[in-house]
């Protein structure tokens, strides 16, 4: 890996990490004012699958260059990262209804030490015993985070519930989504990396708008007018997606999904600003306790692997 390629990288997970913390502050808006969870992830991929497409084919016009092929391999490790990063997406904006914007975001997050665990198994991406104890000590982050306020202090059970089932289940999906975008990307017989990430992510965020699309039409057709409607905000959702997933997906391209997330954790820090500056919300220290655990957790871990 040239030194060219190794900042880029770099350069792209800080980027993803700002447009993501922003898309999430607009759907935090529109999932507690005017969408359904499931409506606010729709609006993701409805204003920035289009456009991706476009985008695309117009560089591939632009350079003169073939699309590579993309075979049962890429579709697979494709289709299988767009549905659990729906899946995951709706997780989230669920969990912004029972938790804070910083404390949801932060339980979300656990997908950089599981990225670790789900690259091993998958692409055989494997990392040191010390990197397991990093893992470790994010678990005890995750245990600080996991009662909600209204009971710390209570009893023992009390920290198995539904926010910190979503938490984790949507980071659990969001690891397995980058390993697979990962393993799609290296599918593609190219050297270009932009359009490496480009071809996959307009793949990826196509099937996801014409799932999603179907879906609501069958189960919750409202919510696709009420998508509509919300266009002036919801288009702002598409826009910082498409450019949140176009650096995370070049990202992906250059260097393991578990470095690619670890640099991106730059997020939590961006979501506090955001929970304290726009939310007007607080963090109790035993939330903060546990989001600096966490932060110790992927620190460690980018040093030891």
């Known amino acids: 890996m040239t030194g060219i ?23 935090k808006v529109l999932s507690t004012a005017v969408l359904s969870p499931t409506g606010a992830t729709f609006a993701r991929f409805f204003y920035s699958a289009p456009v991706i497409a476009v985008l695309v084919a117009f560089y591939v016009a632009g350079t003169g260059q073939a699309l590579p092929a993309t075979g049962l391999l890429f579709w697979g490790w494709a289709l299988t990262g767009a549905l659990a990063q729906v899946t995951a997406t709706i997780f989230v904006v669920t969990l912004f209804k029972s938790r804070n914007f910083a404390v949801g975001v932060t339980l979300m997050k656990t ?25 470790a000590l994010g678990l005890v982050g995750v245990l600080l985070l996991s009662t909600p306020p209204q009971i710390a202090g209570g009893p023992r059970m009390g920290m198995f519930n539904r926010g910190i089932a979503l938490g984790l289940g949507s980071g659990v999906l969001f690891a397995v989504s980058a390993v697979c975008y990962r393993g799609a990307s290296l599918e593609l017989q190219t050297s270009d990396p932009l359009l490496r990430a480009g071809l996959t992510l307009a793949a990826v965020t196509g099937a996801q708008m014409t799932g999603m699309a179907l879906w609501l039409w069958l189960r919750d057709a409202p919510q696709i007018a009420a998508v509509w409607r919300a266009r002036r905000v919801a288009g702002w959702i598409g826009v910082t997606s498409m450019a949140g997933s176009f650096c995370w997906f070049l990202a992906f391209t250059l260097q393991t999904a578990a470095y690619v997330k670890a640099v991106g954790q730059v997020e939590l820090v961006l979501s506090l600003l955001a929970s ?9 220290w035993r939330e903060l306790a546990g989001m600096a655990v966490i932060c110790g957790s992927v620190i460690s871990l980018v040093l030891v692997i």
């Open 111 to 135: 997908e950089v030490i599981l990225s670790v665990i789900i690259g091993l198994v998958l692409l055989g991406e494997g990392v040191s015993l010390a990197a397991f104890g990093a893992i």
């Open 5 to 27: 390629s190794t900042d880029l990288w770099v350069l792209a997970s800080l980027a993803a990490a700002g447009f993501q913390t922003l898309r999430f502050m607009l759907q």
């Open 276 to 284: 304290r500056l726009f939310f007007g919300e607080r963090s109790t």
